[in-house]
């Protein structure tokens, strides 16, 4: 069926250090937004992701949107203690239009 | 602040309770959903409401019941639930819109005991 892979599973790194998580399907992806969510609350919308080859930045954090439309990744540059959460990457099937599918995860964790 | 406003933030209750779920957005979307978040698990879309019908339904049982009285408010109606339905409940709206991003709630934790 239709699937995202979201990888890596989980990460733990020390406080300054760079992350990159991906998410890639065999299918093609109208959009793909990356969401964080924090214990206890709801996920956010960290970016959105429109056109192939599309590079977007919010802050300390970039994601590029696959030039295939299979794939995306999320960098964090200079993580901190509060980048520690859990981040989802979603996109919407080129074939199936409005159905959002959801990756796995990432769970990231920062050591000060 | 969120624009997605879920109450309450935890419940518990019994197998044999029946107990309701509430969402409210003030974005002016005109579509809900409701997901289902449990550990280690990938988000679970059960319910979708476009223009207050359902359009979307992916097999969830019956003792879960959804309600849209209109585009601002969602429920979700819980009867004879079991234990493995203790999850995070989140509900998201969004335009209806083929590329519209999904807002999300703060969800409800819920626990069956």
């Known amino acids: 069926g239709q699937q995202l892979n979201q990888s890596p599973q989980s990460m733990f790194i020390q406080e300054g250090e760079d992350v990159s998580m991906n998410c890639t399907s065999s299918?093609?992806?109208?959009?793909w937004l990356w969401y964080k969510q924090d214990p206890g609350e709801g996920p956010v919308l960290l970016i959105a992701l429109y056109k192939a080859g599309e590079l977007t930045s919010n802050g300390r954090l970039t994601a590029q949107f696959g030039i295939t439309r299979k794939d995306s990744f999320l960098n964090i540059s200079a993580s901190i203690p509060s980048d520690v959460g859990i981040y989802f990457c979603a996109g919407h099937f080129s074939s199936n239009t409005g159905k959002l599918i959801f990756g796995q995860g990432t769970t990231l964790q920062v050591k000060p | 602040e969120t624009g997605v406003t879920q109450t309450p933030r935890h419940l518990v209750m019994g197998m044999t309770n029946k107990k309701s779920l509430k969402c409210e957005q003030h974005l002016g979307h005109n579509a809900m959903y409701w997901y289902k978040q449990s550990a280690k698990k990938p988000l679970e879309l059960m319910f979708v409401y476009s223009l207050e019908e359902r359009v979307e339904n992916n097999s969830v049982p019956s003792r879960f019941s959804p309600e849209c009285p209109n585009s601002s408010h969602l429920f979700l109606h819980l009867h004879t639930l079991q234990p493995e339905d203790s999850a995070l409940y989140l509900c998201a709206s969004s335009q209806v819109d083929s590329n519209s991003p999904l807002h999300f709630g703060n969800g409800t934790r819920l626990t069956v005991t």
């Open positions: 299918s093609i992806f109208n959009t």
